[in-house]
C-alpha cells in the first residue's frame, strides 16, 4: 500500500509522510501478530502464511479512481481504519474463546492502534483539508457503494472480507468517521 501511494506520488505533505510511517510500522506489528495467532491456533507455519500473503494479487485496479489526491487517500484511510476497528471489536468473543489472556489483551491493542490511525488521519484531513471537508460524505459513499459490488485483495485497504464487515458496520464506520471530522481541532 505504502509504495503504491509513493509510486502515484499521492503523499503531499509532511504530516501525511508522518502519519504513514508510523502507519505502516503498527501494521507490520499487527501482521506479524496475526501470523503467530494463526500459527498456534491452526498450527500453520510462518513460512507458508507469508508466502500465501505475498501471493495475494495486489490490484488496486477498483479503488484507483478513489485515489486522487493525498486527501482522498487519508478520507479513504481514516474510514478503513474505522471499519476494521469495529470490525475487530466484532471478533472479540472468538479471540476470548481462544482461552489465553494474552490473545484478548492483543486484540485490544490491535483495536486501540485502528481507531488512533483513524483519529491521525482524521487530524490530517482537518490540519491540511479543512477547505474540503464538504467531500466526505461523497467519497466515502463512493467507497461504500464500491466495497459492495467489488471484491478486491491485498491492498490493505477495503480488504473487506468475512460476515463481520456488513453494511450496518460500514454505515457506522462512515458516520463515525464523519462525526471524527466535523468536530473541530483540539489544538
Ligand atoms: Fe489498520
Keep these: 500500500m505504502k509504495q503504491e501511494l509513493v509510486a502515484r506520488d499521492l503523499i ?20 506479524d501478530g496475526f501470523i503467530r ?30 485515489l486522487k489526491d493525498e486527501f482522498s487517500v487519508m478520507v479513504m484511510i481514516a474510514f478503513d481504519e474505522m471499519c476494521t476497528c469495529r470490525a475487530y471489536a466484532a471478533e472479540k468473543p472468538f479471540y476470548d474463546a481462544l482461552g489465553n489472556n494474552t490473545f484478548h489483551h492483543w486484540l ?20 491540511r483539508y479543512r477547505d474540503r471537508i464538504g ?21 490493505f485497504v477495503l480488504d473487506y472480507f468475512g460476515a463481520v464487515y456488513s453494511r450496518e458496520l460500514l454505515a457506522d464506520s462512515r458516520l463515525a468517521t464523519m462525526r471524527n471530522i466535523a468536530k473541530p481541532l483540539i489544538v
Design 12 to 31: 503531499a505533505s509532511d504530516e501525511a509522510a508522518a502519519f504513514f510511517n508510523a502507519w505502516a510500522i503498527d501494521e507490520e506489528r499487527h501482521t
Design 108 to 127: 485490544r491493542e490491535v483495536i486501540a492502534d485502528e481507531a488512533v490511525h483513524s483519529m491521525n488521519a482524521v487530524n490530517v484531513i482537518c490540519s
Design 37 to 66: 495467532i494463526i500459527e498456534l491456533v491452526a498450527n500453520g507455519s510462518e513460512k507458508t502464511l507469508r508466502e500465501r500473503l505475498e501471493a495475494r494479487s495486489h490490484d488496486f485496479g477498483p479503488i484507483v479512481e478513489h
Design 135 to 155: 467531500q466526505v460524505g461523497t467519497i466515502l459513499d463512493n467507497l461504500i457503494r464500491a466495497a459492495d459490488t467489488l471484491r478486491y485483495s491485498g491492498t
